[in-house]
């Protein structure tokens, strides 16, 4: 008794750069030609670097996460909240000179932070000042505090100048923080585009 053998149906070459059509010698054959099959070899290969790689950036964002200190957990935050304060206070002038100009923009806090550490993530202490004001006039303080007043009120200036309870913030509490400012950064930026 003979055993006969449905003839093979024609593939397509899965070679992007090919798709010929082709009857395959064996059933795992996706490849029409020798090139062809080099090719498909080099695009696994490929598959399987990139792959490799992403594994490995991903290995070495954890272990540089694991290695981080509190000052670098307290850094990351303190570069969301600003980036929040500058996205929040888009549309505005500068707190202290009141223009709007093409150069940068920082987070001016009214309070310093070293001054005033209780205050650093405080968003009525925080606005967005232009780099001048900020840097090489140290806040423009005078005209910073009149136009405080004008956005916030009296009675909240008097509350930022006031005594403050010295706060310290957990690793968890910062990564916390850092995560919801990138947030809402990411959603101020969306609906600005909008």
């Avoid at 696994?44 to 000052?71: G, H, M, P, W, Y």
């Avoid at 100048?161 to 916390?176: D, R």
Wanted: aromatic fraction near 6%; glycine fraction near 4%.
């Amino acid at each position: 008794m003979t055993i006969e053998r449905k003839p093979a149906k024609s593939k397509k070459c899965r070679v992007a750069t090919c798709r010929a059509s082709f009857v395959p010698a064996k059933p795992f054959q996706t490849w029409c030609s020798p090139d062809c099959a080099v090719a498909t070899i080099r695009q696994r290969q490929d598959k399987q670097r990139k792959s490799f790689a992403q594994r490995e950036r991903r290995k070495i964002k954890v272990r540089k996460e694991k290695l981080k200190t509190r000052a670098d957990h307290l850094k990351d935050t303190q570069q969301a909240f600003n980036a929040w304060v500058r996205a929040r206070d888009a549309a505005l002038p500068c707190v202290s000179c009141g223009r709007h100009h093409q150069g940068k923009y920082d987070a001016g806090h009214y309070r310093t932070v070293g001054s005033n550490p209780a205050l650093r993530f405080e968003p009525m202490n925080c606005h967005r000042q232009c780099s001048p004001c900020n840097t090489r006039l140290s806040g423009n303080i005078v005209n910073y505090r009149i136009e405080l007043v004008k956005r916030i009120g009296a009675e909240a200036v008097d509350w930022l100048e006031g005594p403050h309870e010295a706060k310290k913030y957990t690793v968890e509490e910062l990564k916390a923080m850092t995560a919801e400012y990138r947030a809402k950064t990411k959603e101020l930026k969306k609906g600005q585009a909008a």
